[in-house]
């Protein structure tokens, strides 16, 4: 349901003066004002449990023009920590703060939504979830593609028995265009940095970890990437414990747009979630049936997914629903992110514990 | 662009306090609480540039629950147009209020968006159209459909030359279900009721209006709405005074979903616009390879329009640039409904002024 | 199931030497030898029990390449129509020879298959009618779209229940380019000679004949076609005897190839013929995401209805199976045509006996 | 073009009798009856240049049938070869025939087109291409997927640069379901039997051999095939000596039909070869919206492509144009069989000679 909607069927329920409604709305800081952060707070502004209190950055002037936009307050991280009127922070920060941010929020005794990856250590993000363990305070991590419609009708009717038990999955997932360099040279490699989605991907709809990882990559679409000891087209393979086969294709460029399709064989069928596509416009001409591409990158395809994950995260606080995504869940991607790594660099098969 | 992006690049050339903020938004009192009022209370409440001031409703308990939702006040609609801080009302009354609304709101210096039709009599909707005319305010009707991303893209296709010269036009249009023959026998009829959305689209895409008109209707779906004095399936064409030609398909059951498809053949190729589905799942068994359906009813198809219909009025309205739909666009719609009407009713083509 | 495949299988059934089995052949005899000739020759050629004897046409090198291609003898029609030891003859004259070789060939104790239309003028098809019926040999007429696999998938899934009670029918027929206007000014004019086949689709979908008859047409497409009298562009709207409505559209030139396609709305789904596609390559680039076009004329959409429809035949006749078209169809669908194109001259409704 | 077409637009330039052009026609011997046996029987018998002669198989019934339908007569394999009226051989038989019955024809003077997989064992293999190189004479190996249409199209559209440089293939062939264990007990395995035609498929549309091969496989559909030593999912990752990649992805059960796509992503663009389907016709309905399944099998799907490629055999021979897939294609995907069938036992990657 449309989420404006649903808010309205909420206020069928339950009328109460303004005032009163916003005691109970969470409190949010938001760390972190890029690109993503701006996403994230036109969702925490728009949804009506949750309220955008204040905004930080590194960059002041990107938490001002932020925070002006919702009416928020600039402060730095350390304020935002420290004030007990917030109930949750979102980080949309650097990778390299995420742990630290993760374990000082948590102690502080917020709820945290994270975005991806954890960290791109997987022993600091291993060590991260020990604390955050014994503060018993709920982490969400931001894998976005679980909350888009389509992958989730996918997920819904495979766990619905549709297609019978799930033996083959393939998932494509293609950037419009690569990184500069520079960003590729601290993004952890693709593994870490961009398959890391689709990592979660597998463990979301297989269910469990694989035992073996095999990756080929190469630096095909921009040498400079190669020379910066990463790649930019890759596929992994990986198996599991029932003989189940997943196989990830990534690649840097796909200049028709961002293309992000999930198919899973079962015994008794097959589910496909294909691209969104810009329009429903079909043009046929002398040159062919030229229909819209697809939406061009992850801020178009997945807005619907970003309110709906930010959703999730605020029923789950206030209503005590179940986290959707956890700190384990981003730490099993990263596992594989790794593996992946080690078998793209040595050729050989990595086999995980069970 | 995403209507939260929009606003973020226009927040990164115009960084200024909340309150100055505040004085630059049009200032909105909605007239009717019931389902299309809230639609609106949605897109005017979440665009950065309009407020809901003030919401009104003969049946109090609607109105109080969307001021509620939106921290705006409950009043009545003569106290609404009094108010000088309003700047703008959104007319979602009942059909037979709309004239006097529209004619009320403008004298009072109020921009005006009135939920279409105008009215279901003509010349009542073209006395509206004089008394109007002298206030100079601007008056938009809520042709939503013109603000699909899908049939505007469309119509920007054929106005770019990509089909050439436009031939023939195809309108298909069914709802999911017949609306209560008790609201039938008040509706004007399927071709002021329905079909007038239809009709607006014709004029949107052709660009003129037609010539003649040609109706053929039944009661097939419901023999009560026969036994009401109406049709339920209904086929129109049009012709324009340099041969094109349109035709329009109605339909009051479509058991599949909201069947909403357009298809303009020029003379370098045909442009179509076809139905948004749920989702882009597609499942292969053994009974076959089954899409999801398209979104369900008007709600849900064009909540985007909607929005964006929103996002015109106030543009238009704060930055002066022209109103996208005029009063005299809806009266051209009626103009061809009544047109219709008498063509079913007699089963003789009806003639139009040049 | 694939001609060659149904062959094999009623081989196994039945192994003769191939002496005794041309015994049990149709012997046929071919009267024209143009483009649709040759396409019948193959077809003839090709089905396991037929055998195609002679070839007949005024421009004696046509028969000859076509004789000499299939190891067949050219006579004149007189001569086939003389010999015993031909069984039946496909008729593809021109139109103005039809009704004249059906009353010969039947009167000589053959059956035929004849092309559409029987005749340009509804008086003489209802005198040859007559004649025939006086013979008791099997006449099939030509009209070859409800042999194509897609067409016959739809009624068959209409008349198995699968949308319910039919109510609405748009049969959509472009074809890429206009013939010449030598040709258009003995052809009868668009309706029927074009549309013909579309009201051949509706009778074959509808199951009935319509009770009113409405149509409008232009010359968009070529002024020199109106300047002939005749139109390039029409609407067709039948309505029937319990309210459902058929909306048939026709243009002379859809650049991007032979448009196709019916679609038939029943109270409990829609059903959607659509177009063969050259092939099922997709190419996404910069530019959009470009199909295939429809195939481009009735020699490639309707290759595999002709061998079904050739098939058929030699079924009735050797196997006693129902004629699938009658004579009476082909009257039937010229009953429409005479209709619509007094309709479209007239600009007014023309109703037809029950 | 349609095959009869062709046929046409050949004779049109070439009227000769009948007798005379027998002389010019490719006499057949077909050496094996069966399932496959029957397709290549249709199409050598309506190839108006080519002509069934004899047919041999060990069960005399099935070739007793065969002959009969086609007007040819029943001889032994020596018979057939021994005789010099007789052009060229189809070779049928069952896998383990192949190497001698070619090595035999070639000796005998005759054009082979040989069904795949050349032989099971590439030593075999090896030592027939030895011989069949001294004779001179031309052996095509039967890899239909080449002439499917869809398929050609694709690597028509890679060669004509309308991607860019290519960089990723992935190859989806599922099977509907999967061949009896006592088949595959004698099949060499799924790499061998089954994804040998897209091993050849990688080959040809990335034009050469790869340097590594990886492959996963378990048996997942059926234990049995396991208790066999043998796989029923795999996935095959090759690389390339310039960094392109290649995914093959089997399964020997897809319930809803053959599933046989293409994807190759290249620098500028995308290109998919999507399935057929069984016909055009769509079905919206409460619930769902219902396209055809994809054609059943490989005899449905592959039907065009097997006349294809029986008339690029028949052109290579008589016409003298280059052979589309020599026996040395036959052994380059024999090689990858062999380096799959060890990578999937072993575990580990298998190199390439360059």
């Known amino acids: 349901m449309h989420a404006g909607a649903k808010?309205?069927?909420f206020r069928k329920r339950c009328v109460i003066s303004w005032q009163v409604?916003?005691?109970?709305m969470l409190k949010v800081g938001l760390l972190g004002a890029g690109r993503i952060g701006q996403v994230h707070a036109v969702n925490i502004a728009n949804n009506p449990r949750s309220k955008l209190v204040a905004v930080s950055d590194v960059h002041s002037p990107s938490a001002e023009k932020l925070a002006a936009a919702?009416?928020?307050?600039?402060?730095?991280?350390?304020?935002?920590?420290?004030?007990?009127?917030?109930?949750?922070?979102?980080?949309?920060?650097?990778?390299?703060?995420?742990?630290?941010l993760i374990e000082a929020a948590t102690a502080s005794g917020k709820a945290v939504l994270c975005e991806k990856p954890v960290d791109l250590s997987l022993t600091r993000a291993e060590a991260c979830l020990e604390k955050v363990r014994k503060t018993g305070q709920p982490v969400m991590i931001g894998f976005n593609r679980r909350f888009d419609p389509n992958f989730a009708a996918l997920k819904a009717a495979s766990l619905g028995g549709e297609i019978g038990k799930s033996e083959m999955l393939s998932v494509t997932s293609f950037d419009p265009a690569p990184p500069p360099v520079s960003?590729?040279?601290?993004?952890g490699g693709l593994y870490r940095d961009m398959m890391i989605h689709d990592f979660d991907m597998a463990n979301f709809?297989?269910?469990?970890?694989?035992?073996?990882?095999?990756?080929?990559?190469?630096?095909?679409?921009?040498?400079?990437?190669?020379?910066a000891g990463d790649v930019d087209?890759?596929?992994?393979?990986?198996?599991?414990?029932?003989?189940?086969?997943?196989?990830?294709?990534?690649?840097?460029?796909?200049?028709?747009?961002?293309?992000?399709?999930?198919?899973?064989?079962g015994s008794t069928g097959l589910l496909q979630a294909n691209n969104m596509l810009e329009n429903t416009v079909v043009k046929s001409t002398t040159e062919g049936v030229v229909s819209?591409?697809?939406?061009?990158?992850f801020l178009e395809r997945y807005m619907p997914a970003y309110a709906a994950e930010?959703?999730?995260?605020?029923?789950?606080?206030?209503?005590?629903?179940?986290?959707?995504?956890t700190l384990e869940d981003g730490i099993s991607a990263l596992v594989l992110a790794e593996a992946a790594t080690q078998a793209s660099q040595t050729g050989k098969a990595v086999e995980l514990p069970g």
Not at 71 to 76: D, F, H, I, L, S
Not at 234 to 246: H, M, P, Q, S
Not at 248 to 253: D, E, G, L
Not at 311 to 324: K, S
């Open 183 to 187: 960003y590729i040279k601290v993004s």
């Open 310 to 325: 930010w959703e999730a995260f605020v029923a789950a606080i206030l209503d005590g629903t179940e986290l959707p995504v």
């Open 70 to 100: 919702y009416g928020a307050e600039v402060r730095t991280s350390e304020e935002i920590l420290a004030d007990p009127a917030i109930n949750a922070v979102l980080v949309a920060t650097s990778t390299d703060t995420h742990s630290d």
């Open 292 to 297: 819209a591409k697809p939406t061009f990158f």
């Open 233 to 265: 087209t890759a596929v992994v393979t990986l198996t599991y414990g029932d003989g189940r086969i997943a196989v990830i294709k990534n690649s840097r460029r796909a200049v028709y747009g961002y293309d992000q399709r999930v198919e899973l064989l």
């Open 205 to 227: 709809l297989m269910g469990e970890r694989p035992v073996t990882v095999r990756a080929v990559g190469s630096a095909i679409v921009d040498p400079e990437i190669g020379a």
């Open 7 to 9: 808010w309205l069927s």
């Open 21 to 24: 409604w916003e005691d109970y």
